[in-house]
């Protein structure tokens, strides 16, 4: 059963005021990227529809897309059943990776092969 939650109902402490975002394509699914959030990031998703994450190398808030135009509408948010993680379902104008790659998960870990 979904409940309705509102920010003040995550657990921001657990992870020192962050808050881990896993970033879908809407439409595809595909996992984009693994982000994060505090509290400010999320009220101003919610405010203006458009991803924003507290991104840890520039000890910051950030719009997604602010320097490459790539925004992500948030179409969803979804909260994980110990309110600790979100999941942002969205509409991407380009690519999710820093790197130009429409996601961030595009390497490959070599894996160990079994006798």
């Known amino acids: 059963m979904r409940k309705i939650l509102s920010v003040d109902d995550l657990d921001f402490e657990k992870m020192h005021g962050l808050i881990p975002v896993v970033v879908q394509d809407c439409d ?3 996992v984009l990227t693994l982000a994060y959030v505090n509290r400010e990031a999320l009220e101003k998703t919610l405010q ?3 991803a924003h994450y507290y991104r840890r ?3 910051r808030v950030m719009k997604k897309g602010e320097t490459s135009g790539h925004v992500q509408e948030v179409k969803e948010i979804l909260v994980d059943c110990d ?3 979100v999941l942002f379902l969205v509409k991407p104008s380009g690519p999710a990776c820093h790197l130009g790659e429409r996601t961030c998960f595009h390497n490959e870990l070599k894996t160990r092969k079994r006798p």
């Open 28 to 30: 595809s699914l595909e």
């Open 48 to 50: 203006t529809g458009y």
């Open 57 to 59: 190398s520039h000890s």
């Open 83 to 85: 309110y600790d993680a």
